[in-house]
């Protein structure tokens, strides 16, 4: 089952350009994780937001997190190239011990 | 050790076979859990181990499905009798046992595909 709706469910822009992911969830979280995955691969963590925290930032990646609206949002700053992949939020609940995914962006960066 | 290991990359199989999956994790990392994941949609938990014991399991294992950890080390996923519906990537992920800190490591997957 999935726990986490991303929105949008793809997204295109130009090099330069930020882009905004949204990720709404269901149940009380412990913490909220963000991971990128190119195509055919693994996932790769991005970041982690505890559920006390509101916003955090680690490079060009900027998370926001506002557990009574049950939301977060994962910005990307200067977009490149490379940054083209899925986004996915996974969400660690508060009576289980793993990971639950939601849908993911699929994210397109064009040169 | 330069990260979670999956083997093989690629599966192919006729419909009825059995295949296995295995997966190397993190050696500091206790806990390892197996997703799967179809094209377009995130990964669904299968399953996940703290060192050798098996903690949970998805109602999406169905008997067809067991995973192992011998020794806490490395474990292997096993599919019984497959169907084409079990085509997918299966991904393994290892952690320390308080995630919360720092997240999963996760494998390259295994794509299988059933015809």
């Known amino acids: 089952s999935q726990q986490g709706e991303e929105d949008p469910q793809a997204l295109s822009i130009q090099e330069g350009e930020n882009a905004t992911m949204n990720c709404s969830y269901k149940?009380?979280?412990?913490?909220l994780q963000w991971y990128r995955q190119n195509s055919g691969r693994g996932l790769v963590h991005l970041i982690l937001?505890?559920?006390?925290?509101r916003e955090k930032h680690s490079g060009r990646l900027r998370v926001t997190l506002d557990t009574s609206k049950k939301s977060s949002s994962l910005l990307i700053t200067a977009s490149r190239a490379a940054d083209t992949a899925s986004y996915f939020c996974?969400?660690?609940?508060?009576?289980?011990?793993?990971?639950?995914f939601g849908t993911g962006t699929r994210l397109q960066v064009f040169p | 050790d330069t990260g979670v290991s999956q083997d093989p990359r690629h599966k192919i199989t006729k419909r009825g076979q059995n295949v296995t999956f295995r997966c190397d994790p993190i050696?500091?990392?206790?806990?390892l859990y197996w997703y799967r994941q179809t094209l377009g949609q995130g990964p669904e938990f299968l399953t996940y181990?703290?060192?050798?014991?098996?903690?949970?399991k998805s109602r999406l294992l169905s008997d067809r499905f067991s995973a192992e950890r011998p020794k806490g080390s490395f474990s292997t996923l096993e599919i019984q009798r497959t169907e084409q519906g079990d085509s997918a990537m299966y991904l393994c992920?290892?952690?320390?046992?308080?995630?919360?800190?720092?997240?999963?490591?996760f494998g390259s997957g295994t794509r299988l595909t059933v015809v």
């Open positions: 050696s500091e990392h206790n806990r």
């Open positions: 181990f703290q060192n050798e014991a098996q903690l949970e």
């Open positions: 992920a290892s952690s320390l046992a308080d995630s919360r800190a720092s997240g999963y490591t």
């Open positions: 937001i505890r559920s006390n925290e």
């Open positions: 149940t009380s979280i412990n913490n």
């Open positions: 996974a969400t660690d609940a508060r009576n289980t011990d793993k990971l639950i």
